[in-house]
């Protein structure tokens, strides 16, 4: 499996993005998929994830109700759109991919990150 995010880039606080996850399977749907972050000096962490059918989703704290994650089987694509931007959602994003149809557990593979920087 290998994932390709985009999307990112510099804005102003305030401003949205949306990030891709181009995924190279043939079948999306027997993933569940999440989107996780990095920011300089500090430690990975779980940003969203979606189930294989798109019918549950879960957030950190600090981005519930200002992004949303979301996922087109058909296009082998999930989404980030990441409104409201603060500058502490400054970060090199990652998507991942768990297969199977659990809610949790870990991640099994990842792709490379694209920069999120937010201007105060």
């Known amino acids: 499996v290998q994932l390709q995010a985009s999307g990112g880039g510099l804005v102003q606080a305030g401003d949205s993005l949306r990030l891709s996850c181009a995924a190279s399977?043939?079948?999306?749907?027997?993933?569940?998929m999440g989107w996780f972050r990095q920011a300089p000096g500090k430690e990975r962490e779980f940003v969203a994830s979606i189930t294989w059918n798109g019918e549950r989703t879960y957030y950190t704290d600090s981005v519930k109700g200002r992004f949303t994650i979301s996922r087109d089987n058909a296009k082998n694509t999930v989404y980030l759109l990441m409104n409201s931007l603060k500058f502490e959602d400054t970060a090199v994003y990652y998507c991942?991919?768990?297969?199977?149809?659990?809610?949790?557990?870990?991640?099994?593979?990842w792709g490379q990150g694209t920069q999120v920087t937010v201007s105060s």
């Open positions: 991942a991919a768990r297969l199977g149809y659990d809610d949790i557990g870990p991640f099994d593979y």
């Open positions: 399977v043939r079948f999306l749907s027997r993933y569940g």
